[in-house]
């Protein structure tokens, strides 16, 4: 059940409807049994995956806040085994045991099982291991109601690609919860139809070109078709991850829930440091709190940094797919992050001059692009073939066939809107201003998706594969 | 209440504008020409629009096979003043929301002759009931209260009725693809439809049709053998194969459930008024099978009192390779025959009455 569907629509307005109408003591049970509803209806057999670390990860936490101190550590470990094992073996086993075979010159797939990945399992396994976390160092009780634990973990606005949520924010909503006032409401109602518009207008179309390019590399020689596949996929998984996002973050609010923004007009960043405090500010805010501060951050010198940047983005990489590429483009950003480091941190972190600004967006924007050629590209070959033809200028008219003009024209449309709300937060504002100025907004994103939106068919958001 | 009230608003604005830009004819005045559902208009705007210089006017509707040309018929000074509104691709689905369009109260035309392949509502290959194309060329003339009978008319295929339903609704979902085409060269769009607004009527009304024939081409019956001289393509043999040698679909009562259903509603909307509904059978092709289907006696049209059912057999001399430039299609001098035929004898037929 995507959420671009509209099966999804009637099944939210079934929870929203059952939540409103139910007595208090009754909605998480709703969303509860909603949540894993929204889940069976993708694959029923991974819903035992989901059911089973949530108790291990429920007992867990009571079992870390119960034990001494001595034996906290056990239970932690205890946890962690079973999250990163269950996501190891599903989403990495094939991977190393097809890279050992090769390493030890055995047939390709000689240890190989055809495994299925759960739906979702990189985003609840990481919410997991940061609630036992954070209740292991004392950041956060135990939770000792089950309903309520299984409801963070598997809450359906956010189960399948986050944002990843951390415990204290979740149960701080759901144990104070209020109902949303109008402002949310109308917040909540626009994020959903922006989101909706983020993917069926935008990122389905552009994933048209995209999939042209990357799916048939020899047919589209030259630089002026490589550089529009790449810039076409750039904008596909912006607009489908942030897309996403916003209709999670949407649905949270109409069910009283405050999720944290995700996505902050990343391809407006100055450099690769501000590009991580913009792009996936969930995982990018995980992997710092649970992977580089407790590797040592930036504590133990310069090299260390490095060293931990590397490490955590290498991680990170790897985080997104099993593959070598996934690694290569962790390892491209965490390359980036510590050059701009060895430069000096503030000269990235600080906001350029305004006659600089449009240059050091550009150039940034350039250098993520080309790193998205490896989280694209099926295989290493592919990538390295596509970067060899960003720089092969020939075939100037594969252009017009690979980007339709009104596409361009409609990547500078949101480019002037993204420059725009970054200036005013005008997005922010409408759901508090007039009226008219919000349904003539909304009106607009109904007439795009109507209009502009790939409806012939449902296409699957991009972060459903991590 | 300010979130209802807004909601509310936006809901209701929504409706607002996709009502006046796609219920409306606003976004038919830029329409490709061309397309689908810009060939249906264009056709539909020149018919009404037409200098009217006889109060005896006849209509003529059909698909690419009904080759009639109004210029031809009006040439031989009936007493009548013939014109066309048949359509490549156009279905009978299509004719009753097209007639619907070109005369809504029924009471424009003398006479409306529906063009059929043939009178016992024999199986076709494609299933129409299910012709998704349909929507395409229709979405401009349905309107809300056509849900109900045109989605239903999908029933076979649930998919395609909910896409029937939310089509009418949101009309903009099946504009889409020519709304981007219009993105692409909005200037170019503008000028083409202005001018086909100012001339399609002669672009058809003078059309004169190709010369090219299929003489030359023999077919061995017993053998079920098909040969072609040079100059014709694979492709195209391949055609005539498929048209004259493969085996005709098995009678199901599919399409027969389909024309009672789309020639009914046709027969409705003129039943008590003074307009009478002509039936002619085409031409059949350039060759005839020797497998015909059988008479069905109760075929849509058989079974419609008051109804003017043309000779089956009216245009047998036109069943040559000389008059056909494909399979199915007559060539200029067969919708020259063609026309001069119908337009003599559905006349002489009327005067009768």
């Not at chain 1, 629509?9 to 409103?20: N, S």
């Not at chain 1, 108790?55 to 962690?80: H, N, Q, T, Y």
């Not at chain 2, 001339?199 to 059309?207: E, I, K, L, R």
């Not at chain 2, 009562?253 to 389909?258: E, I, L, P, R």
């Amino acid at each position: 059940m995507l959420f671009n569907t509209t099966q999804f629509f009637v099944f939210l307005a079934i929870v929203l409807a059952l939540f409103y109408a139910a007595p208090r003591s009754w909605r998480r049970v709703i969303l509860l049994v909603g949540s894993y509803f929204f889940y069976l209806s993708w694959n029923y057999k991974f819903v035992v995956l989901l059911l089973g670390l949530t108790v291990v990860d429920f007992i867990a936490g009571i079992a870390i806040e119960r034990a001494p101190a001595s034996r906290k550590k056990l239970f932690l470990l205890i946890s962690l085994a079973a999250n990163l094992g269950m996501l190891g073996f599903f989403k990495y086993y094939n991977f190393f045991a097809d890279n050992l075979a090769q390493l030890l010159r055995y047939p390709s797939h000689s240890w190989t099982f055809s495994i299925i990945l759960p739906l979702g399992i990189s985003f609840h396994t990481f919410q997991s291991i940061s609630y036992v976390v954070d209740v292991y160092r004392g950041e956060q009780v135990a939770i000792h109601n089950p309903i309520d634990y299984a409801l963070f973990i598997s809450f359906f606005p956010q189960l399948v690609a986050g944002p990843i949520v951390r415990a204290r924010e979740f149960f701080s909503d759901l144990y104070a919860w209020k109902h949303p006032n109008q402002e949310e409401v109308l917040r909540g109602v626009l994020l959903i139809v922006l989101g909706l518009t983020k993917k069926m207008a935008f990122a389905d179309q552009f994933a048209q070109i995209a999939d042209s390019y990357f799916k048939d590399l020899s047919s589209h020689p030259g630089a002026f078709a490589a550089w529009s596949g790449v810039l076409a996929f750039a904008m596909q998984i912006f607009f489908d991850f942030s897309g996403y996002t916003d209709m999670a973050i949407g649905m949270a609010l109409l069910l009283g829930f405050h999720f944290p923004v995700n996505f902050r007009r990343p391809y407006l960043a100055f450099s690769i440091t501000d590009f991580w405090h913009r792009w996936h500010i969930s995982l990018s805010r995980w992997l710092r709190d649970y992977l580089y501060i407790p590797l040592g951050g930036n504590r133990h010198g310069r090299l260390m940094t490095y060293r931990n940047l590397m490490l955590t983005m290498l991680l990170g990489g790897l985080w997104h797919g099993a593959s070598w590429n996934f690694v290569i483009w962790g390892g491209y950003h965490g390359a980036l992050l510590s050059l701009e480091r060895m430069m000096g941190r503030r000269e990235f972190e600080k906001r350029p001059p305004l006659w600089l600004y449009p240059l050091r967006a550009l150039i940034t924007f350039g250098l993520v692009s080309v790193g998205w050629v490896f989280f694209r590209a099926a295989t290493f070959a592919d990538s390295s073939y596509v970067l060899s033809q960003l720089i092969h200028f020939q075939g100037a008219r594969q252009v017009q066939a690979l980007l339709p003009r009104w596409l361009v024209y409609m990547t500078f449309a949101s480019l002037a809107i993204a420059v725009i709300e970054e200036k005013f937060a005008w997005t922010e504002r409408l759901s508090r201003g007039p009226a008219w100025a919000y349904a003539a907004f909304t009106i607009l994103l109904l007439l795009t998706i109507e209009l502009i939106g790939v409806t012939e068919k449902a296409l699957p958001f991009v972060y459903f594969q991590f | 209440m300010r979130a209802l009230f807004t909601l509310i608003l936006t809901v209701c604005g929504f409706w607002a504008v996709e009502f006046a830009l796609f219920h409306s004819s606003a976004y038919s005045t830029i329409l490709r020409h061309d397309s689908s559902t810009g060939s249906v208009e264009t056709s539909l705007r020149n018919e009404l629009r037409r200098t009217r210089n006889n109060p005896r006017q006849i209509l003529t509707i059909g698909d690419s096979r009904m080759g009639f040309q109004p210029r031809i018929g009006n040439g031989m000074h009936t007493g009548y003043e013939f014109a066309s509104i048949a359509l490549g691709g156009a279905t009978p689905r299509d004719w009753y929301y097209m007639l619907r369009g070109a005369d809504p109260s029924a009471n424009r035309y003398s006479a409306v002759v529906v063009a059929l392949g043939d009178y016992d509502d024999s199986e076709t290959a494609e299933d129409l009931s299910v012709r998704a194309a349909d929507l395409y060329y229709l979405i401009a003339r349905l309107k809300y209260s056509d849900i109900p009978e045109f989605a239903r008319s999908y029933h076979h295929d649930p998919k395609l009725e909910w896409a029937a339903a939310r089509g009418i609704v949101l009309k903009g979902l099946v504009y889409k693809r020519d709304f981007q085409e219009f993105l692409l060269h909005p200037t170019a769009r503008i000028e083409m439809a202005m001018l086909a607004r100012k001339d399609s009527y002669y672009w058809v009304y003078n059309y004169v049709g190709p010369n090219q024939n299929m003489e030359g081409v023999a077919i061995d019956w017993k053998n079920r053998t098909l040969t072609v001289p040079p100059g014709f393509t694979d492709a195209q043999k391949a055609a005539y194969e498929l048209r004259f040698l493969a085996e005709r679909p098995p009678y199901t009562g599919v399409n027969s459930a389909y024309m009672h259903q789309w020639i009914g509603k046709i027969y409705e909307h003129y039943r008590g008024s003074k307009t009478r509904l002509v039936f002619l059978r085409l031409p059949r092709g350039p060759f005839i099978r020797p497998d015909q289907p059988e008479v069905n006696p109760h075929s849509s049209i058989r079974e419609m009192p008051g109804v003017i059912i043309m000779p089956e057999h009216l245009f047998d001399s036109i069943e040559r390779p000389g008059l056909f430039v494909d399979q199915m299609h007559m060539n200029g001098p067969g919708c020259g025959e063609f026309s001069r035929i119908l337009a003599k004898e559905v006349s002489r037929t009327l005067d009768a009455l």
